[in-house]
């Protein structure tokens, strides 16, 4: 079979022919990786989860155990939102009876505790940028000292906006104050001289309302049955509520508190209706637990010391 043949016409009127040329043939030469199989990827996830459970821990179970001849008080404390207009007045004191009053224990920090807004226009209201906000709550931290921290939570505002720029103030913060840090819910096994209090706790739990401030943490005792407190933040709404509930044969009290925050109000709590918060409706909650009987009490801090006072 004869080549087909193709003419080109030139632009001067001259032609030009050739015939079809063959088919380009082409062989590249490479190191490849001939992939993983099924197992292999199984194993290598299983690899790096491990590895990053070891550079950034998220634990959702604890066990405290205290020995004590008196109650003892436990502060239910988060939402500092450091960087921002703070009660720092209000800070100040709390976190000074958290690391000297006698007859507390430590803390559960619920998270939010740096403001870290990364959009604006709420980070051109940050007082202290990202770097000096988490110098300032290591301090704080440092200032109340290991024994007494019991556990923290990551918030949406220290680790959730603030990841997106791979970033979090609580890596290696539980080796550092040999305390958990949880993200979401955790549960929480206390006990006192034997006496076994059941809790769970989590920066943000669902829903709120109008009515009731605790709503978030009533909510969490409908979703998980069997627990004697319930302790959130988040919401800026503080809140507390002791009620009775039916259990086979019996009754109990529980108990759900939702912590306040130390915040004041930007732009955006201003935006929302929530306006300028003011104390009593900021800071913390003590529960309070009795030494030879089951029996919990929750009250704000001047209430705590007031109750207290007489076992001292």
């Not at 909510?219 to 959130?232: A, K, M, N, P, T």
Request: proline share 2%; glycine share 10%.
């Amino acid at each position: 079979m004869s080549e087909k043949e193709y003419t080109i016409y030139m632009a001067d009127g001259s032609e030009h022919k050739f015939s079809e040329p063959k088919e380009i043939e082409k062989k590249i030469t490479f190191a490849g990786t001939e992939g993983l199989e099924a197992e292999d990827w199984m194993k290598e996830a299983e690899r790096r989860q491990q590895m990053r459970d070891e550079i950034e821990p998220s634990y959702d179970y604890a066990k405290l155990e205290f020995e004590t001849d008196r109650p003892l008080a436990i502060g239910i404390t988060g939402d500092w939102h450091l960087g921002s207009s703070c009660n720092n007045e209000m800070l100040k004191r709390d976190i000074e009876i958290i690391a000297q009053h006698p007859l507390v224990a430590g803390g559960f920090f619920m998270g939010d505790l740096t403001e870290s807004a990364n959009f604006n226009p709420a980070q051109d209201e940050m007082y202290f940028n990202f770097e000096e906000q988490r110098q300032m709550m290591i301090s704080m931290f440092d200032y109340i000292g290991k024994d007494r921290i019991l556990g923290m939570w990551r918030g949406n505002h220290d680790c959730k906006w603030e990841k997106k720029f791979g970033t979090s103030k609580y890596a290696g913060l539980d080796k550092k104050y040999e305390a958990p840090v949880f993200y979401g819910n955790a549960y929480l096994d206390v006990f006192v001289n034997g006496i076994n209090y059941r809790g769970m706790g989590s920066h943000r739990l669902r829903g709120s309302s109008i009515y009731n401030n605790a709503h978030a943490s009533v909510r969490g005792h409908r979703e998980v049955q069997g627990l004697d407190f319930v302790i959130s933040g988040h919401n800026h709404k503080k809140g507390k509520m002791e009620q009775s509930v039916r259990e086979f044969n019996g009754a109990r009290n529980i108990y759900a508190v939702s912590t306040g925050t130390y915040a004041k109000g930007g732009g955006y709590a201003k935006d929302s209706g929530f306006g300028t918060q003011k104390s009593p409706e900021q800071g913390m909650y003590w529960i309070i637990l009795s030494q030879d009987k089951k029996l919990i009490r929750v009250e704000d801090t001047d209430q705590m010391i007031e109750t207290l006072h007489q076992y001292l």
